[in-house]
Nanobody, 128 residues
Framework: QVRLLESGGASVQAGGSLRLSCTVS????????MGWFRQVPGKSRQGVAT????????YYADSVKGRVTISLTDDAQTSYLQMDSLKPEDTAKYYC?????????????????????WGQGTQVTVSS
């Protein structure tokens, strides 16, 4: 069974840092990419960062660029999302996702439609 498990969410003050972790198991397809998304009530799920498994190339949403780093362990079984200089607008439930190769050239690597498997999410709350 495919499992993606996020951890590391917490309540922090503005300017603080968090590192989210995503452990993957049971995925048998070739992955194009691992992504982190976030969602707040009443809004659609938005891409935060994606890393390509083969090349380790990283992509970031403009809203987090410069404050967030996505990484992947050598065995590709764990993805990390390092978040620094957190802002109240970063408050959301954060989800880890796995996408199957090949990617669609018609869909952004930060688009949820690129991804097939999702974790349960971990809550990040940033207070001012």
């Amino acid at each position: 069974q495919v499992r993606l498990l996020e951890s590391g969410g917490a309540s922090v003050q503005a300017g603080g840092s968090l590192r989210l972790s995503c452990t993957v198991s049971g995925i048998t397809y070739e992955r194009c990419c691992m992504g982190w998304f976030r969602q707040v009530p009443g809004k659609s799920r938005q891409g935060v960062a994606t890393i390509l498994v083969r090349s380790r190339t990283a992509y970031y949403a403009d809203s987090v660029k410069g404050r967030v780093t996505i990484s992947l362990t050598d065995d590709a079984q764990t993805s990390y999302l390092q978040m620094d200089s957190l802002k109240p607008e970063d408050t959301a439930k954060y989800y880890c996702a796995s996408g199957r190769s090949p990617m669609s050239s018609e869909v952004s690597v930060l688009d949820p439609r690129t991804f097939q498997n999702w974790g349960q999410g971990t809550q990040v709350t940033v207070s001012s």
